[in-house]
């Protein structure tokens, strides 16, 4: 039989960490993080990451574990996570993976191939090199939407290097790696698992992103670019390139003011959240929960009746949960 794993996933601020701690304490769980930048050192404020006197106990995987110059990939992901999930079977608990990127958890639920191939044309340095113009990387990332709209969903335009692999991955093939990624998809789950997306109605959900933005800076963002320019972190680091420090680097060089960086991190945030609902929207075998709607009460409820039926964990089920509380 194959191993039992959970997924809680959904688009940026609809608080899947508070609904994972209390799903975790029902299910004897440990959470493995699939978000793309919680797992760099130093960079804690713009992640939105836990606290660890936040976790009430729960053991959770892929937290600190890069520098922000060490890359991060769906390859590293899946390798870390594999890792984690013997881990906790070994203990005898189930993993929940937790996080918003679709693109992260598809691959390691269905162990997706990432083969890399090495070509000596020169059509990745020709890539390369626009995108250093300045304004290169929107220049690739349109010529990707034209090509492979698909992908262009699921790649932010910021991700200068996956953008360049997809156009690159279609010169040498003839056709869109979103193609090859969907025959990828087509494989059966490596586990007996549920796949849950939190949602909320978009108006509360984008007042939730431009509250936890404002939130973001009053504890502290501004500080914290400024220490990892100190440790020699700039916009060359991959993870510079992250949502909550890419727009804040202009306003060290003088090129914006604060309120312009603070509004333009709300508004890609806003994009990026609508680009993960069209995602997991189209995403098979998920069970969506509108949070606009039911209380985290209930959505726990539902949850774990649906994991008995699954077979995914047995004796969590009796009707009532505890009420869940703000970290």
Known sequence: MKNPLVILSGPTAAGKTKLSLALAKKIGGEIISADSMQVYRYMDIGTA????????GVRHHLID??????EFNVSVFCELAEKAASEIYQRN????????TGFYIQAFLKGVSFDEEDHSDGFREQLALTAERPDGAALLYRELQEKDPDSALAIPQGNVKRVI??????????YPISKHNQIEQEKPARYRFAYFVLEKNRDELYDGINQRVDRMMEEGLLAEVEELRKKGYDRASVAMQGLGYKQLLPYFDGLC????????????????????????RREKDCIHFNKSILSEEEILRQMLRILEEKDICHGVFNGSVPEIRNT
């Open 49 to 56: 990451k836990i606290k660890f006197e936040e976790t009430e």
């Open 65 to 70: 574990c890069l520098n922000p110059d060490e």
């Open 93 to 100: 608990h189930i993993p929940i993976v937790v996080g918003g």
């Open 165 to 174: 692999r997809a156009l690159e991955f279609l010169h040498y093939h003839g």
């Open 257 to 280: 003011t604060i309120e312009e960086a603070t509004e333009r991190i709300k508004q890609e945030t806003r994009h990026f959240a609508k680009r993960q609902l069209t995602w997991f």
